[in-house]
């Protein structure tokens, strides 16, 4: 029997490659790609030939049970995202959980996901966390924003920058102008950027100027931002 293995790519820089993710990328049979172009970007510069087949939120409800018959059957695959760890906010849930249901080797390696780095540089309580990804769009949301309102651990989501001022606003509103917040955008990137916070202030920031590629929130708990406040 074969194994799947996870393996993160860069979010940003391509130097934050690890040598044991070109090893499993090279050695493996079949590389999964959330998008086959971004990924071949990838291995071009890393002189990886290795053949490679879509795997994205659009097809992954049909294929997961021929590709765990595949390491079933022997075969060593990879499975990738665009960039970051997959499964975190992107394809790749489904896959593994097919796979440990049938029985199979999964192995995820260290790697680059864009919460972690933009949670420490917020300079919020991070001993304590929880991760929210993105919001639902429109059913549920302001449900959800009302259940996290009294949340006293400090809160991680990811949003699109045309989003993000309204996304703002929608906690302002519910969390209060003065909850302290950070706004983290193309990590490992030329124009890597933290600006930090009260919602008011980062809404104010924000309508004046634009902002562009990924980006993560970082917002305080109820509890944890009375207690920063303090500290200040």
Known sequence: MGKLT??????????????RAIKALKEADLILAEDTRTTSVLLKHFEIQNRMQSHHKFNEHQTVKSIAERI????????????????????????????????????????????????????????????????????????????????SRTMVFYESPFRLVKTLTQF????????????????????????????????AHFSENEPKGEIVLIIAGAKKDREYKKEC
């Not at 249901?101 to 929880?130: D, H, M, R, Y």
């Not at 519910?174 to 933290?194: L, M, P, W």
């Open 172 to 203: 302002a509103e519910v969390f209060g102008n003065e909850r302290q917040a950070s706004v983290s955008r193309e990590i490992s990137k030329i124009y890597e950027e933290t600006v930090r916070g009260t919602l008011s202030e980062l809404i």
């Open 72 to 151: 079933k059957a022997g075969e060593n695959i990879a499975l990738v995202s665009d960039a970051g760890t997959p499964a975190i906010s992107d394809p790749g849930f489904m896959l593994v959980r097919e796979c440990v249901q049938a029985g199979i080797t999964v192995e995820c390696l260290p790697g680059a996901t864009a919460f972690v780095p933009a949670l420490v540089v917020s300079g919020l309580p991070n001993e304590k966390f929880c991760f929210e990804g993105f919001l639902p769009q429109k059913k549920g949301r302001q449900t959800r924003l009302k259940e996290l309102s009294a949340e």
């Open 6 to 19: 996870i393996v993160p790519t860069p979010i940003g820089n391509l130097e934050d490659m690890t040598f």
